[in-house]
């Protein structure tokens, strides 16, 4: 699974952004997909998932209200709304798939094969 993300920038608090992420290669709807970011001198860390079929969607509670994940399987994207950003969300922000056969997506990032190249996303105060 190829991995490319988009949308990313630079943005005040209180803006949104939309990220995308375009599959290409393994078959896009059998894997559970999510989103990680990375802030400088911090570990990779969760921000949502979503359910290979598309019916269940998870957050991390900082963003829990704020960003919306979905995907669209026809056109093997998945995207991350941002919504009511805050200078705190600044990071790198990655996709990752993960196609093994757990029921619900992991959220390790150790526990995903496929990864992006990463999007910078910027929030000033």
């Known amino acids: 699974v190829q991995l490319v993300e988009s949308g990313g920038g630079l943005v005040q608090a209180g803006d949104s952004l939309r990220l995308s992420c375009v599959a290409s290669g393994r078959t896009f709807s059998s894997g559970h997909m999510s989103w990680f970011r990375q802030a400088p001198g911090k570990e990779r860390e969760f921000v949502a998932a979503?359910?290979?079929?598309?019916?269940?969607?998870y957050y991390a509670d900082s963003v829990k209200g704020r960003f919306t994940i979905s995907r669209d399987n026809a056109k093997t994207t998945v995207s991350l709304q941002m919504n009511s950003l805050k200078p705190e969300d600044t990071a790198v922000y990655y996709c990752a798939a993960d196609v093994g056969l757990r029921v619900i997506p992991a959220r390790a990032p150790s526990l995903y094969a496929y990864w992006g190249q990463g999007t910078q996303v910027t929030v000033s105060s």
């Open positions: 979503i359910r290979r079929s598309g019916s269940n969607t």
